[in-house]
């Protein structure tokens, strides 16, 4: 029986299935603190087995038992809004949400399903949902205008995503700053899939995907924000089945269907075509507005955060971001900006009104936190598992 996050002398297996990668990593729960000890990223396509690729990255770091495998799963549904024990019913909630990311949901199950083939029916695993650290938009942010007994019906709402990541991303300022617990923060997490987050004083405001991953910034082959009244015309004018949209919007659209050469950010920053060019400058204009519109939600920004693969790690993205955004009381340090490359990093002026920071982003260690804390509550359910 596990009382507390002290009483566990074991391991926490994260897994983050994303939809190009998957990162996995191992955290040892102490008194104090949760520390990782290992961590590796395996593209997708470099998994044939993931149940094998499981045991061996177990196997190369040796050490006391799994006490638990944490998984990110992005899209709860409507009926899981915080992490919980993966049973049947569980896997059946997730399976359903599949329709609304089916580039993620699929994935989490396949993972959880690899666990269990690798580490036994008795190794207790938890979801911790993305969509969770939304749960609470204001109600303004929360809604579509569409009619009220149609999304009561259906449970159609904006969900939010990559909350691990924007949640991490704030945890990580905040850390920096301990006499003031406030802030206004407009956090983008920029890897395949991309997204925007407001919070002010801790409370999220607003975030750019809504009821699906699809909406809000361009991303690597999703479309981001879409006036509906073009999927209906594409749907009638090519004929697409539901599947065949959501295929379109899902894998062969933005950075991708712009460019028609890839949806890689380096490989179009390294390109000559005009194509690449103006999926470069639709994917900053986009991330731009957001900006702008989240600073009038918020009344203000005091600092603005980068995190995922092309936030951490591409300068020159980060400096078309917030080009010519003196007004709003930015001033990027471009030295600074072209040396942050993958660190936590200031690259903001010391002047500059508000601070701008790269900031890693740690979703495992959150994983393991949130699995921990739900497998300590659920102790008594457990015992004897």
Same mark, same amino acid.
């Given at each position: ?14 897994i ?21 000890q290992?961590?590796?990223?395996l ?59 089916p ?6 199950l ?75 923060v407009v ?33 690597a082959?999703?479309?981001? /924000?879409? =006036? *509906?009244? !073009?999927?209906?015309?594409?749907? @009638? +004018?090519e004929?697409l089945?539901?599947e065949?949209?959501? $295929?379109l ?23 000559q ?10 994917y900053?204009y ?36 917030l ?9 990027? /340090?471009? =030295? *600074?900006? !072209?040396?942050a490359?993958?660190? @936590? +990093? ?8 508000v $601070? ?16 921990l804390?739900?497998?300590?509550s ?8």
């Amino acid at each position: 029986m596990v009382e507390s996050k002290a009483d566990l002398d074991a391991r926490v297996l994260s897994i983050n299935a994303g939809s190009s990668s998957v990162r996995l990593a191992l955290h040892r729960a102490g008194a104090q603190a949760i520390v990782e000890q290992a961590a590796c990223r395996l593209a997708s396509t470099e998994i044939a087995d993931p149940a094998s690729s499981l045991g061996a990255f177990v196997g190369d770091h040796p050490g006391a038992a799994i006490a638990v495998a944490a998984h990110r799963v992005v899209h709860g549904g409507p009926n899981l809004r915080a992490a919980c024990l993966i049973d049947a019913a569980v896997e059946d909630e997730i399976a359903r949400a599949a329709t609304l990311a089916p580039l993620h949901n699929p994935l989490a199950l396949a993972w959880v399903r690899a666990a269990r083939a690798a580490f036994g029916d008795t190794l207790p695993q938890v979801a911790v949902f993305d969509t969770a650290y939304y749960a609470e938009l204001p109600p303004v942010a929360r809604h579509y205008a569409i009619p009220r007994e149609l999304a009561q019906r259906h449970g159609l709402r904006r969900h939010g995503f990559h909350g691990l990541a924007h949640q991490a991303m704030w945890r990580a300022w905040q850390a920096g700053r301990p006499d003031d617990a406030g802030g206004r923060v407009v956090s983008f997490q920029l890897g395949a899939g991309c997204s925007a987050t407001a919070v002010r004083d801790g409370r999220v405001l607003d975030t750019s995907m809504g009821f699906s991953p699809l909406e809000g910034l361009v991303m690597a082959t999703r479309c981001g /924000d879409l =006036d *509906a009244g !073009l999927l209906t015309h594409l749907l @009638r +004018a090519e004929r697409l089945s539901p599947e065949d949209a959501e $295929a379109l919007l899902n894998r062969r659209s933005g950075l991708l269907g712009l460019s028609g050469i890839s949806g890689d950010l380096r490989t179009l920053l390294a390109s000559q075509h005009e194509s690449a060019r103006l999926a470069i400058d639709l994917y900053c204009y986009r991330a731009r507005k957001y900006l702008g519109a989240y600073a009038a939600v918020l009344g203000g920004v005091d600092a603005v955060l980068f995190g995922g693969g092309a936030g951490e790690h591409l300068p020159a993205i980060r400096t078309r971001i917030l080009a010519d955004f003196e007004w709003l009381g930015i001033g990027l /340090d471009d =030295d *600074a900006n !072209l040396a942050a490359l993958g660190g @936590r +990093a200031r690259i903001s002026r010391a002047d500059s009104r508000v $601070a701008v920071w790269a900031v890693p982003v740690d979703e495992a260690a959150l994983l393991a936190e949130q699995a921990l804390a739900c497998l300590a509550s659920t102790a008594p359910h457990t015992q004897g598992r």
